[in-house]
């Protein structure tokens, strides 16, 4: 199959703009898994905000998953890339054949692993005796899944990597269209109710999962994946490199509890459930935010790779403007859209007008600050794709850190609506160190590049 692009000699604006853009796309339609399953059961006649709530406990599972995925994918796809630009064809293959067995063994291990503690596990992240029916059943039958969705997120990365984004968006964009189809049918006419809206997650993911495989399988690609050569000196190297995303998206993980068990604490018994809620509908939109920004810095990631293999430091630093340009272009977007069509986003969620007008702020606080945000991301994501989690991951440390902060010391200070301001304070502070950081950091990286570990 002829080549959608050519990372080493394609005009470096064209080449970002057409990776970057399918990849924004795909995470832009992936968003859908959660949020069409959330707009759904807000609806459930009766139950719909309390099984929403109960759903929206369930957020840390699927950031979870998510974080293994990119721990592997993203690990393995940047030296795969490297290791592509410098010629050296054989040990690229072999990463791919790593990364294949440490997806299926992780998935295992993380359904064995979860299944039993789920319930102490839904009641840390801030379920209630009434949400936690609701937030058991999906949490169930989404880590029945975990395996093809592990594969599904994790290889996508290396079909990527390998310069066919277009085919990434389709795996993505197969399993979100059979979502959206599914979850009316499992969730109303077959009257499954909240674990029919997992379910049909769950079978959406292993379409997109078959799709994958399919391809990278075949003949179709430069390096398929294969068996054998499995090396744990290799592994560590992999899951060295993703510990930047891996770490970004556990932390999320954790912020997502911390902030319900924060609402659940300071809203008490009158106003905790609706505060969750709340903040479900919020953090909806910070996914339409945060993943198809991803999409854009992570999925040009792999130009960053092979021109760092290739020794190509115009190349590089040509493709950081750009992808820095795109990413802010896109947070720019998203504030705009966030006041002006942020009321019709929470109608999707809810017509009680309460918890509309409640959620609504949330989503202005939230996205106060997420233009810099987009730097944030180019420049953090460029690191990764270099093979450098020694200088990715402190940058992302610190942005984590100080939402933690806030999280805890806003809200003691000022109340519980105070806790949606700890998201804009991360999003100021975070990327003023980082740019503060890279100019100096960009030139040593580039001059010394054979020091980098490649």
């Not at 300071?266 to 991803?294: H, K, N």
């Not at 309460?354 to 959620?359: R, V």
């Amino acid at each position: 199959m002829k080549l959608e692009n050519n990372l080493g000699t394609d005009p470096v604006g064209a080449l970002v703009r057409r990776i970057a853009i399918p990849s924004m796309l795909a995470q832009f339609v992936s968003v859908l898994y959660s949020i069409v399953d959330r707009i759904y059961i807000s609806h459930i006649p009766l139950v719909g905000d309390t099984a929403l709530a109960g759903v929206g406990v369930c957020g840390p599972v699927v950031t979870m998953i998510g974080a293994v995925a990119f721990l592997v994918g993203v690990g393995g796809a940047p030296l795969m890339s490297i290791r592509m630009g410098a010629g050296r064809q054989e040990e690229a293959r072999k990463i791919l054949a790593n990364s294949f067995l440490l997806l299926c063994l992780f998935g295992a291990a993380l359904t064995a692993l979860v299944l039993p503690l789920r319930r102490p596990m839904l009641l840390a992240f801030g379920a209630s005796e009434i949400t936690y029916p609701y937030a058991e059943v999906y949490f169930t039958a989404y880590v029945c899944g975990t395996v093809c969705n592990l594969l599904a997120l994790g290889l996508n990365q290396f079909v990527i990597c390998q310069g066919y984004a277009r085919k990434g968006m389709l795996s993505v964009v197969l399993g979100a269209a059979l979502n959206i189809v599914l979850d009316p049918v499992f969730i109303f006419l077959l009257d499954l109710g909240v674990v029919g809206a997992a379910a049909a997650t769950v079978a959406s993911q292993l379409a997109s999962c078959l799709y994958v495989l399919r391809f990278l399988f075949s003949r179709q690609v430069p390096i398929p994946i294969t068996f054998g050569g499995y090396d744990l000196r290799l592994m560590g190297r992999i899951l060295f490199t993703g510990v930047t995303p891996f770490l970004i998206a556990a932390v999320d993980n954790v912020m997502i509890i911390a902030m319900n068990a924060v609402l659940q604490r300071y809203g008490g018994a009158e106003l905790g459930d609706r505060m969750i809620s709340c903040a479900t509908i919020a953090q909806s939109f910070m996914l339409v935010v945060t993943m198809p920004l991803g999409g854009i810095s992570g999925g040009t990631q792999t130009i960053l790779a092979f021109n760092f293999g290739a020794r190509r430091r115009d190349r590089i630093l040509s493709a950081q403007r750009v992808i820095a340009m795109m990413c802010v272009g896109y947070t720019a977007v998203l504030f705009v859209l966030a006041r002006v069509a942020g009321g019709l986003f929470v109608a999707l969620f809810t017509r009680e007008a309460e918890l509309a007008s409640e959620a609504l702020t949330a989503i202005h606080v939230c996205t106060l600050a997420i233009i810099p945000l987009g730097l944030q991301y180019a420049l953090v994501d460029g690191f990764t794709g270099m093979g450098l989690p020694q200088v990715s991951l402190p940058l992302s440390t610190f942005r984590k850190a100080v939402y933690f902060a806030a999280l805890f010391l806003l809200p003691a200070a000022f109340g519980v609506r105070a806790t949606f301001y700890a998201q804009p304070v991360s999003d100021v502070l975070g990327p003023l160190v980082t740019a503060a950081v890279y100019f100096p950091v960009i030139r040593r990286v580039l001059d010394f590049g054979d020091a980098a570990g490649t």
